[in-house]
C-alpha cells in the first residue's frame, strides 16, 4: 500500500544551485571523451550542464540558501518548524549531522526534531515519506533539506557519473492540512 497524503501538504518549495556551471561538450576533453560521446549522454539524459558548488560551499550551504529564499515572503516559518530532515550523500561533516547544524544556525528552537538520512537519488521521497509519517503523528510543520555537493567527491574521469551529477540544495515545507 502506498503512503498517501490525504492529510498534509507541500506549502514551499524551493532551490539553489551554485553560480558555476560546467557546459558538458566542454567537459568531454577533460574527462577524456568525444563531443560526440558528451553529446550522445546529453541527448540520452536531457543533461546538457552541471551546477559545480565553490571549495568552501557545503550541502547545508545550499539548503539554507534555498530556504531563505521561502522566508523572503515567509519570515515566520522557522518558529513553526517541529522538525528537520535533512538528505543528502554528502553531509557536511560525519557527525554530528548536518541537521543539528542547519537547526542552530537557523536559530530554531531545540525543541525541533532533528535527523539526517544518508541516501541519494531517491532521498527525497524517502524524506517526503518521513515528514508525512511525522505529520500522521501529530507534527504540524516539517521541513525537508535535501541537497548534495557531489562534485567534490566524485571522480571526475569517471564519465557515468561525472556528466550528470551536480551541486544543488532544496528546500521543501510539508505542513498538516485540516
Known amino acids: ?16 544551485i551554485p553560480s558555476k556551471k ?10 577524456g571523451i568525444s563531443k560526440e560521446e558528451a553529446s550522445k549522454i546529453i541527448n540520452t539524459t536531457g543533461i546538457s550542464q552541471i551546477c559545480i558548488s565553490d571549495d568552501n560551499q557545503t550541502s547545508s550551504d545550499l539548503c539554507i540558501d534555498a ?8 519570515p515566520e516559518i522557522p518558529n513553526e518548524i517541529e522538525a528537520v530532515i535533512f538528505v543528502s550523500q554528502t553531509p557536511d561533516f560525519i557527525a554530528p549531522q548536518t541537521s543539528n547544524i542547519i537547526q542552530h544556525k537557523l536559530e530554531m528552537s531545540n525543541d525541533v526534531l532533528t535527523f539526517d538520512l544518508r541516501m541519494g537519488c531517491s532521498g527525497y521521497v524517502y524524506g517526503l515519506m518521513q515528514a508525512k509519517l511525522l505529520i500522521n503523528s501529530g507534527l504540524n510543520k516539517v521541513l525537508l533539506l535535501a541537497g548534495d555537493t557531489s562534485t567534490k567527491f566524485i571522480n571526475k574521469k569517471d564519465k557515468t557519473v561525472s556528466m550528470v551529477f551536480g551541486d544543488a540544495g532544496s528546500a521543501t515545507v510539508i505542513e498538516k492540512k485540516e
Open 22 to 31: 560546467m557546459d558538458l561538450i566542454d567537459y568531454a576533453d577533460e574527462i
Open 1 to 16: 500500500m502506498l503512503l498517501k497524503f490525504d492529510n498534509s501538504i507541500v506549502s514551499h518549495i524551493s532551490c539553489s
Open 67 to 74: 530556504f531563505n529564499t521561502i522566508l523572503e515572503d515567509h
